[in-house]
């Protein structure tokens, strides 16, 4: 966080599709030069929230103002200063990838000088020089994303909403487009994402908002987040009926929380796993840091809905 | 009313820039259909079966009564599939429309632009087929000038009621039913191969003119052509001119505002 300006803010934000309650009475700010990641599994509303941000649902219920402006009354400013990369791949199939960008720049009213140079600039930034004159048929997945990215670029804007950036990428798209976030906000481009994966909202977002079922159910810095919540490392080890009932009973100060076929302890000090690890010598164990995972079941107490 | 019509600004060029881009792109594609087919149909219907008619059609050999109409269907159909599949096609698969909302552009814009183009198509494609009934030597009037003009007003009039359709369309097969049950009988029986007093009907004629809008777009096409417009139900020449074109204004204004108002309550939920 560079400064404590607020660029965007929620106040009771609520949005509905004939019935369903996708965001429900949310409050949040985004400030200046921050990255926020909105992490929640599938349904929990952060698409929803995001495209009510760039004003392409409209709000049902409370406020959202973006730099001062209401999105209700004036979409076409707010837009003007928001780059958006949507989760589904809307990349125009009927032109190049550099035309991809001229075309896109032509919306924002960028002069067709400035939107060529940008272009060039961009798809640099994005290793897709070499794709320039390509079709969008004969980009990688990985490739499309970046181009995206790079489309969402093209008016300079003060705002940059990445929606899911890296699903479905391969393990090297994904820390491909991980370091290109990392760049952007290094230039002090304010960022907001959503993410379902934890060690995505862990390894790049300075502050992380989990949502679940339409409401904000914590906030935090994530390790802050993470020590607060699940401590410094957790245990893991296989189920099994006896050993919880034994644990709870002589370890009141262990956590013992059991995830389907795995039981999980989460402790304060070191000194308690090494008690369980004297008390069950045959079990098989594994104690790991703790991460966002945790925070998260430990928050909902379940799964994913992945 | 200020309400009910659109506001709209000079973005909606820039949506009809994209799709004229896409066009040029790959004009031999685009141009040869629109110049194959009338030649194709002067041929079989003028030429071929015209030879079997001895009598005249409205003054005149069959060939020159097909002419003017080959032009109107050439912009029924140019701007009925833009808008329609080819629309269908950008809002549902490409997802260009969502893209583009993304920027300072509206919905309302988008398909105001959308709109236009396919008008724009149906003037390419008029334009094209007028070139070859003169070829044909098949004009006799400097009023076909105005030919383009017409095309593109009757081309807005198809396009506005297309996206209607494609407002209502969750899949791309329903255009099946509009295709097969308005626009092909609006081929076949809106005096374009056939004059409509042979219908014998007042009620017919009437119910043609009244609801099929490409009637109104042919008997403008064989008036400009001609440089006399002919006369249905004991009209005057000049109550026929003020009928066709302000019935293509009045409906055009409607559908077109209707069209922007379905599609946005398709596209933003």
Known sequence: ?306 | MTGLLPKLTYRVWLVWRRNFEVFTKTLFVNFLPALMEPILYLAAFGVGLGALITGTVNGGTYIQFIGPSLIAIAVMYGSFFECTYASFVRMYYQKTFDAIIATPVSVEEVIAGELLWGASRAAINGTIVLAVVAAFGLVSSPWALLVPVVAFFGGLLFASLAMCFTALASTIDFFNFPTFLFITPMFLLSGTFFPLQLLHSPVLEGAALSVMPLTHVVDLMRGLMSGSMQSFLGLTPTTMWVLAVGWIAGVTLLFFVLAIHLMKRKLIK
């Open chain 1, 1 to 306: 966080m560079n400064s404590s300006e607020v660029l965007i803010r929620a106040r009771g934000l609520t949005k509905r599709f004939n019935g369903l309650t996708a965001v429900d009475h949310i409050d949040f700010e985004v400030y200046k030069g921050e990255c926020v990641g909105f992490l929640g599994p599938n349904g929990a509303g952060k698409t929803t929230t995001v495209r009510m941000i760039y004003c392409f649902l409209p709000v049902s219920e409370g406020e959202l103002t973006v730099a001062g402006l209401n999105v209700s009354t004036e979409a076409r400013a707010i837009k003007g200063m928001i780059g958006v990369s949507p989760q589904d791949d809307n990349l125009d199939p009927d032109f190049t990838v550099t035309k991809n960008l001229q075309v896109y720049a032509r919306y924002f009213d960028v002069p067709k000088e400035k939107a060529a140079q940008r272009a060039g600039e961009l798809l640099k930034f994005f290793s897709l020089g070499e794709k320039k004159d390509a079709s969008i048929y004969q980009l990688s997945g990985g490739m499309k994303r970046r181009l995206i990215m790079a489309r969402a670029l093209i008016n300079e804007p003060r705002i940059l909403l990445l929606d899911e950036p890296t699903t479905g990428l391969d393990p090297q798209g994904r820390h491909l487009v991980w370091d290109e976030i990392r760049n952007l906000r290094k230039q002090g481009v304010t960022i907001i994402l959503t993410t379902h994966y934890m060690d995505e909202a862990a390894a790049l977002c300075d502050r992380i908002l989990i949502v679940d079922n339409g409401k904000i159910i914590q906030t935090g810095v994530p390790h802050e987040l993470i020590k607060q919540f699940a401590g410094e490392d957790v245990l893991e080890v296989d189920y099994d009926e006896a050993m919880v009932k034994q644990l709870k009973a002589e370890l009141p100060d262990a956590e013992v929380e059991v995830f389907g076929d795995q039981v999980r302890v989460f402790a304060k000090e070191h000194g308690i796993f090494e008690q369980v690890i004297k008390k069950f010598p045959d079990k098989t164990m594994t104690i790991r840091n703790a991460n966002l995972e945790d925070v998260f079941l430990k928050l909902t107490g379940r799964k994913l809905r992945e």
